[in-house]
């Protein structure tokens, strides 16, 4: 692994771990973190228990991405089609093998972390919830 690598994973990790404990501060419970099957990964899998629906909370599938400085706010250069579908189908999955899960309403959120998750400062977070899914085309 080249420097630039490692300090990019360990960006992305750290990141992760922060917007974990963000989630948790704004009502989440954080299921899985880097779950992994063959068809990829997802970041944080957590229920949302600030959005109640008519089948009960939210379980809601997260991307993290630390993108220092980013003004981005086309979802499709955070986040291609591509990456979407390997998510969504990773997803299933989590479901498949969490059956319990089954019932709930489910929700593809991206959270981009703007500032340094090392530097002792206010998170820059953006929250893109339900930003994709899989009836989108």
Known sequence: KGLQKQIMDSLGSKGE???SEWLTNKGYLILERNWRTRTGEIDII???KTEQNSSG???????VKTLLKTELSDLDLIINKKKQERIIKTAKHFLVNNRKYNKMYIRFDVVVLRSNPFLEQPLEILHLKDAFGD???
């Open 46 to 48: 957590a229920l949302d």
């Open 135 to 137: 009836c989108y085309d």
């Open 17 to 19: 771990h922060r917007i």
């Open 57 to 63: 909370e939210v379980l809601v599938f997260v991307e």
